[in-house]
Nanobody
Framework: HLVESGGGLVHAGGSLRLSCAASGLSFEHYYMGWFRQAPGKEREEVSCIDSNYGRTYYADSVKGRFTISRDNDKDTMYLRMNNLKPEDTAIYYC?????????WGQGTQVTVSS
C-alpha cells in the first residue's frame, strides 16, 4: 500500500516535495520510483532509486531539477522538485520498479502555472 502526498498548485519556478508512504510491504527491499501522467499522455517514469545504495535515475526532462530520496526507517520515499515548469503538471504516483499493478495509489496532483 502506497500513499502519495505533497502535491499542489505552484507558479513556474516554484518547488514542491512529494512523499510516498509505504505500508504492508518490506519497503527497504524494494527498488522504488516516481511516475507521472499528464492529461492525454501515457504514464512515464520520472525517477527511481535503489533499495540500499542510493543509486538513482532521472528522466532527462527532470534531471538537475528533481531529487529523489528515501528513508527506509520511515518507509517513505521523497521527490524534491525545484524550478518547476508548466510541463511538469501531472498526477504523480509512486510504485516499485518494475511497477506492480497492486501498488498503484491515487497519486498526488501537481499543477504548475506559467
Amino acid at each position: 500500500h502506497l500513499v502519495e502526498s505533497g502535491g499542489g498548485l505552484v507558479h513556474a519556478g516554484g518547488s514542491l516535495r512529494l512523499s510516498c508512504a509505504a505500508s504492508g510491504l518490506s519497503f527497504e527491499h524494494y527498488y522504488m520510483g516516481w511516475f507521472r501522467q499528464a492529461p492525454g499522455k501515457e504514464r512515464e517514469e520520472v525517477s527511481c532509486i535503489d533499495s540500499n545504495y542510493g543509486r538513482t535515475y532521472y528522466a532527462d526532462s527532470v534531471k538537475g531539477r528533481f531529487t529523489i530520496s528515501r528513508d527506509n526507517d520511515k518507509d517513505t520515499m521523497y521527490l524534491r522538485m525545484n524550478n518547476l515548469k508548466p510541463e511538469d503538471t501531472a498526477i504523480y504516483y509512486c510504485n516499485s520498479v518494475p511497477r506492480s499493478a497492486a501498488l498503484w495509489g491515487q497519486g498526488t496532483q501537481v499543477t504548475v502555472s506559467s
